[in-house]
């Protein structure tokens, strides 16, 4: 339930990190490290996860609005 609203975690090393429920609204995340992490539940609506790395993180629940994949696509439903 962390609030990292409009952070800027970009490089950051999240692997295995336990993000549940967190926000990451318009938080940018460009070149991080997710690898495992755990954002079940997280608010990532307008995230920047361009060239990040999200495989295999816990995505389940997640709120996409306006999300950057890591490929640079835009979207509502999942990256």
Do not use: Y
């Amino acid at each position: 339930g962390a609030n990292l609203s409009d952070a800027d975690l970009d490089r950051a090393n999240l692997s295995d990190a336990n993000l549940t429920g967190a926000f990451f609204t318009g938080a940018f995340l460009t070149n991080a490290n997710l690898t495992g992490a755990n954002l079940t539940g997280a608010n990532i609506g307008g995230v920047k996860f361009i060239n990040a790395t999200l495989a295999p993180a816990d995505l389940r629940g997640a709120i996409f609005q306006g999300t950057t994949c890591p490929n640079g696509t835009v979207t509502n439903t999942g990256c």
